[in-house]
Structure formats: C-alpha cells, structure tokens
C-alpha cells in the first residue's frame, strides 16, 4: 500500500504540473488580457509598454508561467488585480466558509443517499421505490439556481421561516449563542440546495450497487444461515454495495476548492463559489489561475483517497 501511494503521488506531480500550464494558458488566451484589467486606458503607448516590461507581461509566454509556477510553489500565487491583496490571503479568507458549507451538505447528503438507495434496493419493484425514484429524477433535473430560488422564496419569503441569503443578521448585535442559532438559520438553505443535487445522483448509484450485492452468492448464504434481515443488509451488503460510490463521492468532494459556485451565487455564501464568480466579472486572473489550479489539486487528492478507502472497505482489494 506504502508504494501504490508514493508511485500515484509521484505520478500526480507531473499530472498537476500538465494541468497548470494548460489553465495558465487558457486564462492568458481569455479576451482583453490583463492590459484590460490593469492600465489606464489613458496612459501613452509609452508608459503602458514601460509597465509591461516592469511586469513582466513583455516576457515570452514561458517564461511568465515559469516565473509563476516557481512562486506558486511557494504558496505565492501572486497579487489580486481586483483588489491588489496577495491571492493567498483572498483564497485562505474565502475558504473556510465553502469547507463548512460544501462539509455539511456532504455529510446530510451520504447519509440521507445510502438510506434512500439501501430502501429503494430493497423495496424493489414496490411504491415505496417507485415513489423515491421519481424524487430521485426530481431532484437530477432540476437545475441548481432553480432550486435556491424556489427555497428561497417558499421559506424565505413567503413563509419567513428562514433567511434568505448571506451568513448572519446584519446591524445586530447578538450574544455567542444566539449568533451562533442565526448562523445555523442562514446556512439552512444552501445546504438543502446543495446537498439535493448530491442525494439525488448518489441514491440512484447507491440503488444499483446494493441490488447487484443482494444477487451475490455469499448473501443468500447468510440468509440461510438464518442472519437477520437488518444485520444482512446493513453489515454484509451496505459494505460492499458502498464501494462503486466513493469514487463519485470522493470526486465531488474533490470541487470544494472551486466552491459551490451556484449555490453560493444565489444565496450570497462567502465562499470559493462566490469568489469565483466575481473575479470572473472582473477579470482577476491571479485569483482565477490560482482556483483552477487547486481544484485539480483537491480532485487528483481525493482521488487517491478513494483508491485508500477501497482497500480499507474491502480486504479483497489489494494494490502490489
């Protein structure tokens, strides 16, 4: 197991490296460019081609992504043009409140999937199933920015149950407690939002996965042997029919660094999602480049994650 790890690690690296030189170009081939962004369109030709040499855009394009992967390397992935902070400082405020977030609604998410999935297989063929499956088709299709603003109007509006954006009252001033009860309320709407897209495509995975194990060979030996029904499928076959959906699992949990970004947009959420949206709007390429880059970090790791949990579920699964 030590080797397998070190050798997809090491195979990572140059995978990572691939990946950041094509994001660095695509960025650098956006329309208008950092001129764009950066210099007063007043300035001369003279002065604008001064600061270009100064900052190094006058550089082959080479040369610029060399001079960047080198500090990215470092943690330093340059300074906003939005805002002229250093992106490090910017991704290490904003993210936080997308972990939180993108945690909870993972954690509500598997939990309610494998229970709708493990009913469904189970329920076959019955209404219960029938019922669930058409939720399930529900929820797969309807569009993301859909669903938040129908919560958003529903318990938010209509009903003013729950607030409809943001993470906290704003002009109030609130004890600990309280203000940690009003923040639990604005992040009940986002979760729901974000966790219903998760449920709806892992129940159905879920779903298929446990029918195919209850078929196995080993299943109806235990049922002969007289095992009961909630220890055979909650002990023999949830273990195995798990296994097909950590890749999916793990590769979406592999986003949490690009954030939620429709969700985050509709509720106003702080987060990686947002930050992505309004550096977009503005153009900051430092902050889009760095984003882009970490989210194939967080992919390619959870990835090898997944790898990890299917030996540790699965003492059959062995890597030489």
Same mark, same amino acid.
């Given at each position: 197991?030590?080797? /397998?790890?070190?050798?997809?690690?090491?195979?990572?690296?140059?995978?990572?490296?691939?990946?950041?030189?094509?994001?660095?170009?695509?960025?650098?081939?956006?329309?208008?460019?950092?001129?764009?962004?950066?210099?007063?369109?007043? +300035?001369?030709?003279?002065?604008?081609?001064?600061?270009?040499?100064? @900052?190094?855009?006058?550089?082959?394009? /080479?040369?610029? !992504?060399?001079?960047?992967?080198?500090?990215? +390397?470092?943690?330093? #992935?340059?300074?906003?043009?939005?805002?002229? &902070?250093?992106?490090?400082?910017?991704?290490?405020?904003? #993210?936080?409140?997308? +972990? &939180?977030? #993108?945690?909870?609604?993972?954690?509500?998410?598997?939990?309610?999937?494998?229970?709708?999935?493990? =009913?469904?297989?189970?329920?076959?063929?019955?209404?219960?199933?029938?019922?669930?499956?058409?939720?399930?088709?529900?929820?797969?299709?309807?569009?993301?920015?859909?669903?938040?603003?129908?919560?958003?109007?529903?318990?938010?509006?209509?009903?003013?149950?729950?607030?409809?954006?943001?993470?906290?009252?704003?002009?109030?001033?609130?004890?600990?407690?309280?203000?940690?009860?009003?923040?639990?309320?604005?992040?009940?709407?986002?979760?729901?939002?974000?966790?219903? +897209?998760?449920?709806?495509?892992?129940?159905?995975?879920?779903?298929?996965?446990?029918? &195919?194990?209850?078929?196995?060979?080993?299943?109806?030996?235990?049922?002969?042997?007289?095992?009961?029904?909630?220890?055979? /499928?909650?002990?023999?076959?949830?273990?195995?029919?798990?296994?097909?959906?950590?890749?999916?699992?793990?590769?979406?949990?592999? &986003?949490?660094?690009?954030?939620?970004?429709?969700?985050?947009?509709?509720?106003?959420?702080?987060? @990686?999602?947002?930050?992505?949206?309004?550096?977009?709007?503005?153009?900051?390429?430092?902050?889009? =480049?760095?984003?882009?880059?970490?989210?194939?970090? #967080?992919?390619?790791?959870?990835?090898?994650?997944?790898?990890?949990? !299917?030996?540790?579920?699965?003492?059959?699964?062995? /890597?030489?």
């Amino acid at each position: 197991m030590g080797r /397998y790890i070190i050798r997809r690690i090491l195979q990572a690296i140059p995978l990572l490296f691939l990946l950041s030189l094509a994001m660095f170009g695509l960025i650098h081939l956006l329309p208008g460019g950092a001129d764009a962004v950066l210099f007063n369109p007043r +300035l001369t030709a003279a002065a604008r081609a001064a600061l270009r040499v100064r @900052m190094g855009l006058d550089d082959p394009f /080479y040369i610029q !992504y060399v001079k960047w992967i080198s500090a990215a +390397l470092t943690g330093n #992935f340059g300074y906003s043009f939005n805002t002229n &902070e250093p992106v490090s400082t910017i991704l290490a405020r904003r #993210f936080p409140a997308t +972990l &939180e977030l #993108f945690g909870i609604a993972f954690l509500v998410a598997l939990a309610l999937a494998l229970l709708i999935g493990v =009913i469904s297989a189970v329920r076959q063929r019955t209404i219960t199933d029938y019922s669930l499956t058409i939720l399930t088709y529900v929820g797969i299709s309807m569009p993301a920015f859909l669903l938040g603003l129908f919560l958003q109007d529903i318990f938010g509006v209509t009903l003013h149950w729950l607030p409809p954006s943001g993470t906290g009252s704003y002009g109030l001033s609130l004890p600990p407690f309280a203000s940690f009860i009003d923040h639990l309320r604005h992040l009940i709407l986002p979760v729901i939002a974000l966790s219903v +897209l998760f449920i709806a495509g892992w129940s159905r995975y879920m779903r298929s996965s446990m029918i &195919e194990v209850v078929k196995q060979d080993y299943m109806r030996t235990a049922r002969a042997k007289g095992v009961s029904p909630v220890q055979l /499928y909650m002990r023999h076959a949830l273990r195995n029919a798990v296994i097909p959906l950590i890749t999916i699992v793990a590769l979406n949990f592999g &986003e949490v660094a690009g954030g939620a970004t429709i969700t985050e947009g509709v509720f106003a959420w702080p987060g @990686m999602g947002l930050l992505f949206i309004s550096s977009l709007n503005a153009r900051d390429y430092p902050v889009l =480049i760095a984003m882009l880059v970490l989210s194939a970090f #967080f992919v390619i790791a959870f990835n090898l994650v997944a790898d990890i949990l !299917y030996a540790v579920i699965d003492p059959r699964i062995r /890597y030489a």
